[in-house]
C-alpha cells in the first residue's frame, strides 16, 4: 500500500490532521533515509518523489484560501516547501538528502507539539533563499 493509502487509512481512524500529517512525514523522510543508506537508486527515485509530492501538496493547502493557519505560518511553511521542492526539482540526480531529512524532521517536531496554532518551522541549517 503506497504512503498515500495508507493515510487515507490513518484519517478513517482519526480526526487529527496533524497526526496524518506528521505520520506522512516520518514514512517519506525514513524512505530517503533508508534509500540513502542503501544507495538503492530506485529507492532514491521514489522517495524523493514521494517526498516532492507531499510538499507540493503541503503547499497548495497553505496557500488555499479556505487554509485556516494563520497567515504568517502558512507563509513560513510555504517558503519553506519551495525550498525543499526547489532542491529536489533542480538536483534529482543528487539532491542534499540531509537537508531534505533536517527540514523534514523539523515539520515533524512541530506537528508533535500541540499548540493552538501551531509552531512556526524551525530553520534549517542551510539557508533557503528568498527566490525558493
Do not use: C, H
Amino acid at each position: 500500500m503506497d504512503p498515500y493509502r495508507k493515510a487515507q487509512a490513518a484519517a478513517a481512524a482519526t480526526n487529527d490532521p496533524r497526526a496524518i500529517e506528521r505520520d506522512l512525514l516520518l514514512r517519506v523522510t525514513r524512505a530517503l533515509e533508508l534509500a540513502d543508506e542503501k544507495g538503492d537508486r530506485f529507492m532514491m527515485i521514489k522517495a524523493i518523489t514521494d517526498n516532492q509530492s507531499l510538499w507540493t501538496i503541503f503547499v497548495s493547502d497553505v496557500v488555499g484560501q479556505g487554509n485556516k493557519l494563520p497567515a504568517e505560518l502558512r507563509a513560513s511553511i510555504a517558503s519553506v516547501g519551495m525550498a525543499v521542492i526547489k532542491e529536489m526539482s533542480e538536483n534529482f540526480e543528487n539532491p542534499d538528502i540531509p537537508f531534505l531529512v533536517e527540514v523534514n524532521r523539523n515539520i515533524i517536531a512541530g506537528l508533535s507539539e500541540r499548540p493552538a496554532a501551531g509552531p512556526a518551522p524551525q530553520r534549517p541549517s542551510r539557508e533557503i533563499s528568498a527566490e525558493a
